[in-house]
């Protein structure tokens, strides 16, 4: 079955920078569109950024510049380079994949940046 599994998080300071990796399973990732959402304590789910099968890569506003997607078609992973963190980034980040109609989500990933 599909499995999206992701890794990366951690306790960061204003200014830093962390790379998100997902690990999928499961199903053809090579020619899947993949996305980052995150969602920060007592906010809905946001999305963050999405890389097509074919490489382009598309931003949400607050990450525009700051992030960059990329995905290893080798390695069936998607990364989320993340620079210049923001208090404001914090929240777990999750992968995301539609796959025959259905949504995949994986189980998220903490950033926590401190000012």
């Known amino acids: 079955q599909v499995q999206l599994v992701e890794s990366g998080g951690n306790f960061v300071q204003s200014g830093g920078s962390l790379t998100l990796s997902c690990a999928a399973s499961?199903?053809?990732?090579?020619?899947?569109?993949m996305r980052w959402y995150r969602q920060a304590p007592g906010q809905p789910r946001e999305f963050v950024a999405e890389?097509?099968?074919?490489?382009?890569?598309n931003y949400a506003e607050p990450v525009k510049g700051r992030f960059t997607i990329s995905r290893g078609n080798d390695k069936n992973t998607v990364y989320l380079q993340m620079n210049n963190l923001k208090p404001g980034d914090t929240g777990n980040y999750y992968c995301?994949?539609?796959?025959?109609?259905?949504?995949?989500w994986g189980q998220g990933t903490l950033v926590s940046v401190s000012s």
């Open positions: 499961g199903f053809m990732f090579s020619i899947y569109a």
């Open positions: 995301w994949s539609l796959v025959a109609t259905r949504e995949h």
């Open positions: 890389i097509s099968d074919y490489g382009k890569t």
